[in-house]
């Protein structure tokens, strides 16, 4: 059975404090590596994708694949209270199709 | 319009009853995917369909059936379901059915099964 882990939290930072948001996987041969977040009651949302090791910044957002280890680690600089929502963490295995896996998530709340 | 747009955005029934939940994307892809997420589980994958042929159905039970038209639109059609299928039920659609393709999600359809 292919899993992906998450620590469900709720993990509680203040306002602009770094938020560390961690994700195992089993299948070591996992290709694709994906973090969305989902407000309560909405869809959820694509904010960062990474598919070699090492860092990847966009914006107040790091992704950061460790392929060796088994993990994928998303980084909020300057947290927000807007940033307050639960991360999904995403991964596709190693066979056709994108077949999305799914942690169930991280609940991030960032207080003012 | 824009994205991934589903309907209803919720949805009452009893276990005898019949609906259907409808997915439509504008985004030109080629894949479509439905989603079950229930509270405190991983988001389930359902079913996948690529260039309107099903390729994968997650052991879902056959009281879930879906049909895929066109690759713009998606359907699941309900039938004598359970009190455990209530759920939000999560439509996703690709560029295309490869490895490290991003899904972009539809705002769901809350179920409630009476």
């Known amino acids: 059975q292919k899993e992906v882990e998450q620590n469900s939290g709720p993990l509680s930072v203040p306002e602009g404090a770094i938020a560390s948001l961690n994700c195992t996987y089993s299948d070591r041969g996992s290709q694709s590596f994906f973090w969305y977040r989902q407000y309560s009651g909405k869809s959820p949302e694509l904010i960062m994708s990474?598919?070699?090791?090492g860092d990847k910044e966009d914006g107040r957002f790091t992704a950061q694949l460790n392929k060796a280890s088994q993990y994928v680690s998303l980084l909020i600089r300057d947290s927000q209270p807007s940033d307050s929502a639960t991360y999904l963490c995403a991964v596709t295995p190693n066979q056709a199709g994108t077949a999305l896996i799914f942690g169930k998530g991280t609940t991030l709340s960032v207080s003012s | 319009e824009t994205g991934v747009t589903q309907t209803p955005r919720h949805l009452v029934m009893g276990m005898t009853n019949k609906k259907s939940l409808k997915c439509e994307q504008h985004l030109g892809h080629n894949a479509m995917y439905w989603y079950k997420q229930s509270a405190k589980k991983p988001l389930e994958l359902m079913f996948v369909y690529n260039f309107k042929e099903q390729t994968e159905n997650n052991s879902v039970p056959s009281r879930f059936s879906p049909e895929c038209p066109n690759s713009s639109h998606l359907f699941l059609h309900l039938h004598t379901l359970q009190p455990e299928d209530s759920a939000l039920y999560l439509c996703a659609s690709s560029h295309d059915w490869d490895v490290g393709q991003p899904q972009h999600f539809g705002d769901g359809t809350r179920l409630s099964i009476l």
């Open positions: 990474i598919y070699s090791n």
